[in-house]
Antibody, heavy 116, light 106 residues
Framework: QVHLVQSGADMKQPGSSVKVSCKTSGYDFTKNALHWLRQAPGQSLEWMGWINGADGRTKFSQKFQGRITMTKDTSTTTSHMELSSLTSEDTAVYYC?????????WGQGTLVTVSS | DIQMTQSPSTLSASIGDKVTITCRASQTIGTWLAWYQQKPGKAPKVLIYTASSLENGVPSRFSGSGSGTEFLLTIYSLQPDDLATYYCQQYHNYPFTFGQGTKLEL
């Protein structure tokens, strides 16, 4: 059974960075990409990018280029997403989701609040 | 970026009704479209992929159709558990983009 378990909620100051983790199980981590998305309060979903589970290649939305990093650890089947230079506009629930062309399994979400 | 537009934004229906949600893409996406259901405080769950394929475990009262730029999600015989917000998503081009959502309520 596929599971994606994310790290807990976090509160950050404007200008700082946040790192969210996604621990996967139940499938071959190296055979599927992992996507990261977010959802601001009351808003729709926004795709941020993906990381290839085999070779670590990444593809980011232009909106986040320059301030987003995605990494993977095959030994722990975990991916991390780090977003820097945070502003209040980055307050959202962040999700990881497994790729099967569409997004077939999702983490439970991680609330990141940016506030001074 | 490809813009996805859903209608209506809110849909009032009764148990047992047949409901239809429309999703339009700003350019052709073939059948690279998925539909997701999201309940408050929960992650989205995929219902339909490649426009008309039913995800494993999803009840057969959910049906998707369309290609190109116009797509439909139909729920036959609405059940209480179906009250949620529904999103369409294109995965034809990067960045993947979502519709603004359709909230289904009684």
């Amino acid at each position: 059974q596929v599971h994606l378990v994310q790290s807990g909620a976090d509160m950050k100051q404007p200008g700082s960075s946040v790192k969210v983790s996604c621990k996967t199980s139940g499938y071959d981590f190296t055979k599927n990409a992992l996507h990261w998305l977010r959802q601001a309060p009351g808003q729709s979903l926004e795709w941020m990018g993906w990381i290839n589970g085999a070779d670590g290649r990444t593809k980011f939305s232009q909106k986040f280029q320059g301030r987003i990093t995605m990494t993977k650890d095959t030994s722990t089947t975990t991916s991390h997403m780090e977003l820097s230079s945070l502003t209040s506009e980055d307050t959202a629930v962040y999700y990881c989701a497994k790729d099967r062309m569409h997004l077939d399994h999702w983490g439970q979400g991680t609330l990141v609040t940016v506030s001074s | 970026d490809i813009q996805m537009t859903q209608s209506p934004s809110t849909l009032s229906a009764s148990i047992g009704d047949k409901v239809t949600i429309t999703c339009r893409a700003s350019q052709t996406i073939g059948t690279w479209l998925a539909w997701y259901q999201q309940k408050p405080g929960k992650a989205p769950k995929v219902l339909i992929y490649t426009a008309s394929s039913l995800e494993n475990g999803v009840p057969s009262r959910f049906s998707g159709s369309g290609s190109g730029t116009e797509f439909l999600l139909t729920i036959y015989s609405l059940q209480p558990d179906d009250l949620a917000t529904y999103y369409c998503q294109q995965y034809h081009n990067y960045p993947f983009t979502f519709g603004q959502g359709t909230k289904l309520e009684l």
